[in-house]
C-alpha cells in the first residue's frame, strides 16, 4: 500500500503546500531565483536540513556546521520584503521572526547572493535593525 500523502503549508509563507514550494528544492533541484532559494533556507532552518543549508552557502563564506540539532529557535514566520535579481547576483531582504528561549524576536537580514555555474547560493547578509 503506498504511503499517503502529508499535505502541509509551506513554512516560508509562500501561500502554497511544501511539496509544491520548497520540498523539491530541498531535493536538490537549484532553487530558480535568489528570492526562492532565500525561502527554501528558511524552510530548511525551520525542518533543521543543516546539509541543505550548507550546501546552499557560497564556498568562500560557509561555515563548516550548524549544528542545528541543538538550536532550540522557534521560527515563527517569514516576510520578504525586497528582491532585486540580476544576472550573477541578487539582493533579498527580509524580516524572519522566531522564539528564542520563549522571547519573540525579529532579524531583520539583506542577504546577498551569487550564481555559480547556474546554481544559486547565499553569500553572507547585512543586519537591519
Not at 513554512?11 to 514550494?21: I, T
Not at 549544528?67 to 550573477?88: C, I, M, Q, S
Amino acid at each position: 500500500m503506498p504511503k499517503p500523502v502529508i499535505k502541509i503549508d509551506c513554512p516560508c509563507e509562500s501561500g502554497e503546500l511544501y511539496q509544491d514550494c520548497c520540498e523539491p528544492y530541498h531535493l536538490s533541484t537549484g532553487a530558480p531565483n535568489a528570492e526562492k532559494l532565500m525561502r527554501s533556507r528558511y524552510s530548511a532552518y525551520v525542518l533543521g536540513l543543516e546539509e541543505y543549508l550548507l550546501n546552499t552557502w557560497h564556498p568562500n563564506t560557509r561555515p563548516k556546521y550548524l549544528n542545528l540539532a541543538n538550536d532550540r529557535t522557534k521560527w515563527l514566520g517569514l516576510e520578504v520584503k525586497r528582491f532585486e535579481p540580476n544576472d550573477d547576483q541578487a539582493i533579498v531582504e527580509f524580516i524572519a521572526s522566531y522564539k528564542d528561549n520563549g522571547k519573540a524576536e525579529k532579524l531583520h537580514e539583506i542577504s546577498q547572493f551569487r550564481k555559480i555555474a547556474g546554481r544559486w547560493y547565499y553569500v553572507d547578509g547585512e543586519f537591519n535593525d
